[in-house]
């Protein structure tokens, strides 16, 4: 059984190199011609480069909910928001340079004066150990999201920064992991109510972030008063196929397991059943 680790040693276990910076990142090599005309890639990068600028306000929330344990709240200060913010600014100077026709700042300021108003620590789980369980869904999502936003282009400078974010991500779940293993050593929460907040956060992922933003790409597509000509839901279901067609499900699985703490022979049995049934939920 892994040991759990004290909040001020898994606060102190940051990486040992430095953190990448958009200086890192080549923007004048893009292929531009290699993705300016995929729509999906558009859709996929825009909306990312939209929750990722608007993570300040999560972190207000989650700071304020965590304020009886500093370190946590501490962290989510020092590294969690700041480099959030980077993939934010990383994806919105790559959709600028391939799009520069596309107004970004006007689309997300109406994106985020929306979406603003939906984070409040009211949606946060009571139990701040829960809320943990629910913060390694949203990094499980987007770690697999930027390894399939990876798998989907050949572009070098995409790739580079894909994998970049990807990493940063697994990252984050780890720390939230490390986390809610501490809070719960204290509270011994049963496997149903941790269970049922991962199921409450698996369930409002079609319907928050990402569909929010999803909808503003859409309808800023074009112009600001002209909507894109494929209705919202048909872009959204394609985008859907597409994604879960290349999503790592396994992985996915491994890691939405692991607030569980199920043996490891349970563990084994039921891990690509459930991988399958989740790939037939993302086709649906």
């Known amino acids: 059984m892994e040991r759990s680790l004290p909040l001020a040693q898994a606060h102190s276990s940051a990486r040992e190199t ?30 990312a480069s939209f929750v990722e600028s608007g993570s300040h ?33 990383a994806l919105r100077t790559y959709v600028q340079t391939v ?32 809320e943990l369980v629910a913060r390694c869904v949203v990094e499980t999502g987007t770690a697999t999201y930027y390894q ?4 989907l282009t050949a572009e070098p400078v995409l790739k580079d920064l894909a994998e970049r974010i990807r990493i940063d991500e697994v990252q984050h779940y780890k720390h939230f992991y490390r986390y ?15 269970f049922g907040a991962l199921k409450r956060r698996l369930n409002e992922l079609r319907t ?36 879960g067609a290349l999503l790592p499900m396994e992985q996915a699985v491994k890691m939405l397991l692991k607030p569980l703490a199920l043996p490891h022979r349970m563990e084994h049995v039921i891990e690509r059943p459930l991988a399958r049934i989740a790939r037939k939920v993302m086709a649906a």
């Open 148 to 151: 399939t936003l990876r798998d």
């Open 208 to 243: 928050s972030d990402s569909d929010i933003a999803l909808r503003y790409v859409w309808a800023f597509r074009h112009a600001p008063n002209e909507a894109d000509d494929v209705p919202f839901e048909q872009v959204c279901q394609r985008l859907y196929r597409r994604v």
């Open 57 to 89: 306000t999560y972190t207000r929330n989650l700071v304020a909910h965590f304020d009886t344990q500093p370190q946590i709240a501490d962290w989510l200060q020092s590294q969690w928001e700041p480099e959030e913010l980077q993939h934010g600014r």
């Open 180 to 194: 809610f293993r501490q809070l719960n050593a204290e509270r011994g929460l049963s496997r149903a109510r941790i």
């Open 18 to 47: 430095p953190h990448w910076t958009l200086d890192w990142i080549d923007f004048s090599r893009i292929q531009i011609e290699a993705v300016h005309d995929n729509d999906d890639l558009f859709y996929l990068l825009v909306s």
């Open 99 to 130: 799009w520069p026709e596309f107004d970004w700042q006007t689309a997300y300021a109406a994106f985020f004066a929306d979406y603003s108003r939906l984070c409040t620590v009211e949606e946060l789980e009571d139990d701040r150990a829960l």
